[in-house]
């Protein structure tokens, strides 16, 4: 499976900024995706990212609040925009793996407190 | 619409023992794709199998067994002779229809301790 990192890993940020989180895959990769993990709580997908074109949100997740970049096979940004202490979350990014979108590899994620 | 219940929020065993995690799922359609993920401390998603609808082949792998039981729409996931690092949540996940998304369960938070 490829080896996916993220950075950064954690960050303690103050209400009304935004954060970019990067994800960094060592080989090529047709589809990558952000999730969102909020405390104690599970996975929920908020978009996928497409190189070449805009990401696909899910219901709930707006392009605004989450402006995604796909600049190649290998990279993405995820930005959380004006942030709120809602917005505290574990954000991961995933990959497909050889099955395609079936089988999806995790980053290690970014721990996010807004305070 | 997709649903996957993991009805045990935290099981607490002694190292040794078998445990099983329960997982159950809902989808109206007729091919569809099973997950676990294991997510240990440090917060890293380890996938651990996936199982397509029409497979239901129980897997082993180590002492790791899954029961894919459609007719209950239950994916359980047995550990055997448990180990103080499997202590983890494990999460059971749905892709079922178009599009990418993965419907995952609340998690399941094993602690085994000594």
């Known amino acids: 499976s490829a080896v996916i990192s993220q950075k950064p890993s954690r960050d303690i940020c103050q209400r009304g900024t935004s954060l970019t989180i990067q994800c960094q895959v060592d080989?090529?990769?047709?589809?990558m995706f952000w999730y969102r993990q909020q405390p104690g709580q599970s996975l929920t997908l908020i978009a996928t990212a497409n190189q070449g074109s805009e990401a696909t949100y899910e219901s709930g997740f707006v392009i605004d609040k989450f402006p995604i970049s796909r600049p190649n096979l290998t990279f993405s940004t995820l930005t959380v925009s004006n942030m709120s202490p809602e917005d505290s979350s574990i954000y991961l990014c995933?990959?497909?793996?050889?099955?395609?979108?079936?089988?999806?590899?995790f980053g290690p994620g970014t721990r996010l407190t807004v305070t | 619409a997709q649903k996957v219940t993991q009805a045990q929020t935290e099981i607490s065993v002694v190292e040794k023992e078998d445990v099983t995690l329960d997982c159950v799922y809902e989808t109206r359609d007729t091919t569809y794709y099973l997950f676990w993920y294991k997510q240990p401390p440090s917060g890293e998603l380890v996938f651990l199998i996936r199982?397509?609808?029409?497979?239901?082949q129980n897997e082993i792998s180590g002492r790791y067994s899954w029961n894919f039981q459609k007719s209950t729409s239950s994916f359980n996931f047995t550990i055997t002779a448990s180990q103080v690092v499997d202590s983890a949540v494990y999460f059971c996940?749905?892709?079922?229809?178009?599009?990418?998304?993965?419907?995952f369960g609340t998690g399941t938070q094993l602690k085994v301790e000594l």
């Open positions: 199982r397509n609808s029409f497979d239901e």
């Open positions: 995933s990959v497909a793996g050889a099955g395609g979108p079936y089988e999806q590899y």
């Open positions: 996940a749905l892709k079922s229809g178009g599009g990418n998304k993965l419907t």
């Open positions: 080989s090529q990769v047709t589809m």
